[in-house]
């Protein structure tokens, strides 16, 4: 039943739909919340959402300058909050990569993990349910990651993941669309930290989205507990000794958050709770993790929670990786469907899972290509191809897939790759002092 409930998404019950009630709120809230904190919640459920984006440390004054009105979060590194109404969608540092818009509270899971991976080289991550890849994103904005397996078991959000997750450029990356305990069956234990936002009943989310509160029920809560609990038992096998699993819902129930972590942890004698910053959360019911309340944070509402698994990681062995020439350069990588792939860490297994995103794709496919490259391929750091760096209105114009005539842009014929703000943006090809327009029509964005 739930992993039937799981692959038709719980909206498909159309029996469950009424409308979360002050009475729920309350049974939900109360605790941890006293009857101040609750009426500060109350009154903050009329209030407008906070907006704001996650971006890498380094690019703050790239994301002041592009977003009208972005000021720098008080409390986290690498994200900024801007006005309500603001819409980034046709941004070109949006478009390039340099910004992702998402909840103030959601990016403070990816910063709690990034506290505690902190001093580990090149950590190996899963996000088991990544769509639409936010939580990834962050994290790897703060922190340098080994091998990145990001999955969701519905294929048309694994699609979307898969957009984002090559819009930001995360190298050594793949995106599968599999169920978490096939993956935990076939991997095994060898990641250094698991990401479980775990699908969950939405009460946090009302504000935000008024048809949560509209599919929100007892049942849901229920159903969804049923659900998350089989969830971090696969992430536990995932998880290697040693490793950190990070659990979040955007859930107010108990049954959902501090219940839940409860009883994993009487099923699993070798996980313990991670201390971790709060960063304005407030302390979970029995001291277990944080959640994360309007009215009293800046944010939607979450919880989150920090698990380890004691004993100390043995090195997982290295997937030997065949190298190939591509431009005059050598890289690492695998030949996936008959498409090379550039990728420096792999982990073994992970091909039998069929991915729909492996490395950086180096040829394209597309039945109606334009570049000879796939649009991944310009991600790559070391690119083999020259770079020209586009303004902000040579940038717009690429982007609503128009080509570019400017004098200041000639050069050899030949592919090139165009970057704003040192992010890039795809592929050209300069033809006799003009560069025709690669980028793929489904990228095109009328600015």
């Not at 703050?60 to 972005?70: D, I, K, N, Q, R």
């Not at 340099?98 to 090149?122: C, I, Q």
């Not at 960063?279 to 698990?307: A, D, H, N, S, T």
């Not at 400017?406 to 703000?421: C, H, K, N």
């Amino acid at each position: 039943m739930v992993n039937n409930i799981h692959q038709r998404g719980i909206k498909d019950f159309p029996e469950r739909r009424p409308q979360v009630t002050e009475s729920d709120y309350r049974k939900m809230l109360i605790p941890p919340l006293d009857e101040v904190g609750f009426k500060a919640f109350s009154s903050a459920l009329l209030a407008d959402p906070v907006k704001g984006c996650a971006f890498k440390p380094g690019d703050l004054s790239c994301v002041l300058s592009a977003v009208t009105g972005a000021e720098p979060d008080p409390v986290f590194t690498g994200y900024a909050l801007y006005p309500y109404g603001t819409f980034v969608g046709r941004q070109p540092l949006y478009l390039a990569g340099g910004l992702y818009p998402m909840d103030r509270s959601a990016f403070a899971v990816s910063s709690g993990l990034a506290e505690a991976l902190k001093g580990r080289s090149k950590p190996r991550v899963i996000d088991l349910c990544a769509a639409p890849g936010g939580k990834t994103i962050a994290l790897s904005d703060l922190v340098d990651l080994g091998f990145v397996l990001a999955n969701d078991i519905s294929r048309k959000r694994a699609g979307i993941l898969r957009t984002n997750l090559e819009r930001s450029g995360i190298p050594d990356c793949a995106v599968t669309c599999q169920e978490p305990g096939l993956i935990a069956q076939r991997l095994g234990p060898v990641f250094d930290a698991v990401i479980l936002d775990a699908p969950c009943s939405g009460s946090g989310m009302t504000r935000k989205d008024e048809e949560m509160g509209r599919d929100w029920s007892l049942t849901k809560v229920h159903e969804c507990a049923d659900l998350q609990r089989n969830l971090l038992d696969s992430a536990y096998q995932l998880l290697a000794p040693g490793g950190i699993l990070s659990y979040s819902t955007c859930s107010y129930s108990r049954e959902e958050d501090e219940d839940q972590v409860a009883d994993f942890l009487r099923r699993h004698g070798d996980i313990s709770i991670v201390p971790t910053p709060s960063f304005g959360g407030i302390e979970g019911i029995g001291g277990i993790g944080y959640r994360y309340v309007p009215g009293l944070f800046k944010g939607e509402g979450q919880y989150r929670c920090l698990l380890a698994k004691s004993g100390t990681a043995a090195p997982v062995p290295t997937l030997p990786l065949p190298t190939f020439e591509l431009g005059g350069r050598s890289y690492s990588g695998i030949d996936l469907n008959g498409v090379r792939r550039i990728i420096s860490d792999l982990v073994d297994g992970v091909v039998s899972l069929a991915p729909i995103k492996l490395g950086y794709a180096v040829e394209n496919t597309d039945r109606e290509m334009k570049a000879p490259y796939d649009w991944d391929l310009s991600h790559l750091t070391d690119i083999f191809l020259p770079s020209l760096e586009l303004e902000r209105r040579q940038a717009e114009m690429y982007l609503s897939g128009l080509d570019l005539r400017d004098a200041e842009l000639s050069g050899e014929d030949g592919i090139v790759r165009f970057t704003y703000q040192g992010h890039p943006l795809g592929f050209g090809k300069r033809m006799r002092g003009r560069i025709r327009n690669l980028l793929p029509k489904g990228l095109r964005v009328a600015i």
